[in-house]
């Protein structure tokens, strides 16, 4: 079982940055590709972000690309994202996700393709 805890939401004016961690746990970490989602209210969950299992791979929705930063620290079991330049569009419960395949590559949006998940932080951006 791997369980996922979210940190690093709140409010915060248009322009501003937050950090979002995500600690994972169990011992194999580094066996995990994980990604960010993002769902506001009325909307389907979307995809924001994904890192490879060495981290040396990332992908971005067009909407954060140039604004928020997916990174991880395999010894400390948590990913992290960055978010510079933050919109009101970008308010949403931001959700961690791992995907446990090894088989797996590459720009991977499709959310069924995770099988844990975090409870989410609320990330609210005023303008």
């Known amino acids: 079982q791997v369980q996922l805890v979210e940190s690093g939401g709140g409010l915060v004016q248009a322009g501003g940055s937050l950090r979002l961690s995500c600690a994972v746990s169990g011992r194999t970490f580094s066996t995990y590709a994980m990604a960010w989602f993002r769902q506001a209210p009325g909307k389907e969950r979307e995809f924001v972000t994904r890192i490879s299992r060495s981290g040396s791979s990332t992908y971005y929705a067009d909407a954060v690309k140039g604004r928020f930063t997916i990174s991880r620290d395999n010894a400390k079991n948590t990913m992290y994202l960055q978010m510079n330049s933050l919109k009101p569009e970008d308010s949403a419960v931001y959700y961690c996700?791992?995907?446990?395949?090894?088989?797996?590559?590459?720009?991977?949006?499709?959310?069924?393709?995770?099988?844990?998940w975090g409870q989410g932080t609320q990330v609210t951006v005023s303008s």
């Open positions: 996700a791992v995907d446990v395949n090894p088989t797996t590559a590459g720009l991977v949006t499709r959310a069924s393709v995770y099988e844990y």
